[in-house]
C-alpha cells in the first residue's frame, strides 16, 4: 500500500486544502467538508476537482461494481 499516513498528511484536497481521509476500501481519498472522493487509480491518487466524486456517487459507483 502506497497510501500512508505521511503522503495522506502531504496530500489536501485541492478544492478547500482540507484533511483528505482514505476510504474503508482504500480507493479513495474523502474530503468531509467538500464531501467529495478523489479516487485512488493504481496506487496513484487523482487529486483533480474535475475527476472527483460526491460522496453519493461514490457510493453508487461501489453499489454497481458489487
Ligand atoms: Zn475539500
Redo the contacts with the bound molecule.
Keep these: 500500500m502506497t497510501i500512508n499516513k505521511e503522503l495522506l498528511d502531504i496530500l489536501a484536497?485541492p478544492?478547500?486544502k482540507?484533511d483528505l481521509e482514505l476510504t474503508s476500501l482504500e480507493d479513495g481519498l474523502t474530503?468531509r467538508?467538500?464531501e467529495?472522493v478523489y479516487p485512488i487509480r493504481e496506487e496513484i491518487p487523482v487529486m483533480l476537482i474535475e475527476e472527483s466524486y460526491t460522496l453519493q456517487d461514490w457510493e453508487e459507483k461501489k453499489d454497481t461494481q458489487s
Design positions: 484536497c478544492k478547500c482540507g474530503c467538508a467538500c467529495l
